[in-house]
């Protein structure tokens, strides 16, 4: 593969009268809108400026921590071929040490480790190996008509609403809800857009064939590059500092952003922005107000109110129907709320256990589902290290739970009031581990996040919650991330954030550019034959 061309640039460019770009957050929409700006807008670097309330970059693709205090991921996306968005942007973005793309060493590195699990259900202790789907032939008409059903007609329905109690007792089901992160009262037009959106996997989805991972955990191998580049550009990056309003004029039928106000170490402050500048605002966070605990102590569960993407966005759409419709994803925090946890294991016992029962060595198997958790648990062991600078003798273990308020199988209490070690020994009781537990948890640090909003954008919604990019008649304004409305493409994921920002930015510069078209699978004759085979159970 080709080297990827140095991306150093000298900070300072002759242009002072080059707008100026204001991002909210610093989640990848905010990072990709300000490579779009740079790449294709010819915005010099050190005309943006990128606001973040936290004292570190990245939004929901975070990793944290060290060896001696334990790793943290709140969580990860997934990763398919198909999102050209994604890859078209990291296309351009240099590899930390420069050898390659971010793209080229994704794709090579999937090349080299294919995800092909031999366990992605285990039960009493048992794996399943590319379990059957098990779904009746009603289950298979409504999926069918669910594909075909316009969005309209579901309107705020949920995938409840369409199915009978058995569907949600299938392996399809357990098997979509542990890789989506779906509940029954969830979206069906969601449920819907994922059916159509993800078809070309469900062939091999027992397998998670098709699944995509980075080298290393996704801050150290997507956030980090973006970092490093836009730095080089010159672009600033203001942390520690919250945008708590918009100052916007309307008039003539326009809005225009005329000052950001924020505050920064307790302090108040107002900066202008020009008529010819430009605001780019992720609403909401799937993320905001996540609350971690330790080996010994449960988190808690905090609201809307412990950060500041939900009160901003609540701010500037009072009174704006463009602007979208915040409560309805802010306000049913029992509907969107989960927790993960992220074990740092200094004994290699848990690593030979999981990959002496599954089959699979770390990175290969991808998603392990225990579908008779009271908790909904999963468990993932991704290739080792998965952080930079992980000591040779560390590994990582990331799960998580769907069904928190739950007393556990084997520790009888909710997964909430868990400690990390209370969330180990659950995890160890559903592999049988049997005298290898206490070695295991004597070595391991376990740290759980409660995530209050982390599923808020599957809630049932209906046109006008989720806001217009770019509303009708604002001048200088756009929104980003996964409370936007793109037709067709489904949240959760890192092509939505990473598509949301192309739009934004090609439509505030007046660019006569679009995103490459969204890959709709369900038109290609030969997947449909293989779904139909899949949903069939049909197999050779």
Known sequence: MARAASSAMPRENANPSAPRVYLVGSGIASLAAAVFMIRDGDIPGHRITIFEELDEIGGSLDGSGSAETGYV?????????????????????????????VTQETFAWNETIQTSSKS???RDGNREDAPEFGLSEAHILTIERLAIEPEAMLGRTRIADQFDTAFFKTNFWFMWCSTFAFQPWHSAVEFKRYLVRFAHLVNGFNRLHGIMRTVYNQYDSMVRPLHKWLDERGVRFELNTRVTDLGLREQDGETTVTHIAIERNGTAEEIAVDAADYVLVTLGSMTEASSLGNTDTAPVLKGRTDGGAWTLWEKIAAGRPGFGRPANFADHVDQSKWESFTATLRDPTFLHLVRDFTGNVPGEG??????????????????????????AEVSILWGYGLAVDAAGNFVEKPMSACSGREIIAEVLGHLHAGADAPRILETTTCIPCMMPFITSQFLPRGPGDRADIVPQGNHNLAFMGQFCELPDDVVFTVEYSIRSAQVAVYALL???RKPPAIYKGVFDPRVLYKVFRALHDIHG
């Not at 392990?368 to 000591?391: D, E, K, M, R, Y």
């Open 510 to 512: 007046g660019l006569d």
């Open 120 to 122: 992605r259900l285990v």
């Open 73 to 101: 991921l709140r969580g990860g996306r997934m990763l398919e071929s198909k999102y050209v968005c994604t890859f078209g942007l990291f296309a351009s973005i240099p590899t930390l040490d420069g050898k390659w793309t």
């Open 366 to 391: 991808g998603l392990i589902t225990f579908p008779n958790s009271n908790w909904l648990a999963s468990i993932v062991i991704p290739f080792q290290p998965h952080f930079i600078g992980q000591p």
